[in-house]
């Protein structure tokens, strides 16, 4: 602890063992947190997930209790994270926002997936947006690009909390 009395600054880092928020689970939490003028600030949090990593930066206004948080997935294995119908490595970046509540988040961001294969069937690519609504996460404008086809799919939560695609429509690609 550092600053005056009547402005203190707070420094430290944190862990934990695990954190669960559908479909992402999160295990050996690690970061670094500020308080300084009635704002927390999140510094390089870190976590394992799916095989790969989670980061998070952001902060928290505590007489507000207003957040902003950015939690990007680097090199995560697709086939954990969904019903095993995709496979590859996904990456994903997202920016959320709320206030007083988990519940309250909202946000945008996209990802994709490096060496995406779709049900058995190697793909060019597979990428799309996720967005946050009231706390939770979901999918949208997902395309892949298999053989001369720009394929759209939908996206959705199975019993075992794992994202599950369906194949939409699918377009021949001309040249």
Request: hydrophobic letters at 35%; charged letters at 25%.
């Given at each position: 602890m550092t600053g005056s009395a009547?402005?203190?600054?707070?420094?430290?880092?944190?862990?934990?063992?695990?954190?669960?928020?559908?479909?992402?689970?999160?295990?050996?939490?690690?970061?670094?947190?500020?308080?300084?003028a009635g704002k927390l600030q999140l510094?390089?949090?870190?976590?394992?997930?799916?095989?790969?990593?989670?980061?998070?930066?952001?902060?928290?206004?505590?007489?507000?209790?207003?957040?902003?948080?950015?939690?990007?997935?680097?090199?995560?294995?697709?086939?954990?994270?969904?019903?095993?119908?995709?496979?590859?490595?996904?990456?994903?970046?997202t920016v959320f926002k709320g206030s007083n509540h988990p519940d309250s988040a909202a946000g945008t961001g996209s990802f994709e997936v490096a060496d995406p294969v779709y049900e058995g069937t190697k793909a060019s690519y597979f990428q799309g947006e996720v967005n946050v609504v009231k706390g939770a996460f979901g999918l949208q404008n997902l395309k892949m690009h298999k053989g001369f086809k720009d394929i759209f799919l939908a996206a959705s939560l199975n019993a075992d909390k794992k994202v599950t695609f369906k194949a939409v429509t699918g377009k021949i690609k001309l040249f």
């Open positions: 009547l402005e203190p600054k707070l420094e430290g880092k944190f862990t934990s063992k695990s954190f669960k928020a559908a479909p992402l689970a999160v295990e050996n939490i690690q970061g670094q947190f500020n308080i300084q510094q390089e949090v870190t976590g394992s997930s799916y095989g790969g990593k989670l980061r998070l930066n952001g902060f928290v206004e505590l007489n507000s209790r207003s957040f902003e948080l950015q939690l990007d997935g680097l090199d995560l294995e697709a086939a954990k994270a969904s019903s095993g119908q995709l496979g590859g490595r996904l990456k994903f970046s």
